[in-house]
């Protein structure tokens, strides 16, 4: 079965840059819709980026043209990286698949499949 393991989280200061890793196993990072959300103190998950089986990415335009979703077919990976972070990116960010398909959408119940997380804090 599908599991999304999340790393690269942890305390930065505003302005810096941070990769945050989403290891896919039993499947390939390309198999589905994968997406990063994240969730903020007392705020909803939001999606932030998500990328679809055939590579398109999307972002919320609170990341756009900040932060960059790719994959790492080597390490069967999703990759975020996020460039000039402020103290509003401090939350848990998570990685999640839509398995079932076939859209690839920022609705948080479409996915099924989720990480653990991974925290990041700016300062």
């Known amino acids: 079965h599908v599991q999304l393991v999340e790393s690269g989280g942890g305390s930065v200061q505003a302005g810096d840059s941070l990769q945050l890793s989403c290891s896919v196993s039993g499947a390939t990072v390309s198999s589905y819709c994968l997406a990063w959300f994240r969730r903020r103190p007392q705020r909803v998950r939001e999606a932030m980026a998500r990328?679809?089986?055939?590579?398109?990415?999307t972002y919320d335009d609170s990341v756009q043209g900040r932060f960059t979703i790719s994959r790492d077919s080597a390490k069967n990976a999703l990759i975020l990286q996020m460039n000039t972070v402020n103290p509003g990116d401090s939350a848990m960010y998570y990685c999640?698949?839509?398995?079932?398909?076939?859209?690839?959408?920022?609705?948080?119940?479409?996915?099924?499949?989720w990480g653990q997380g991974t925290q990041v804090t700016v300062s």
């Open positions: 999640a698949a839509d398995t079932k398909g076939p859209g690839c959408t920022e609705y948080e119940a479409l996915y099924d499949i």
């Open positions: 990328m679809s089986v055939d590579g398109v990415p």
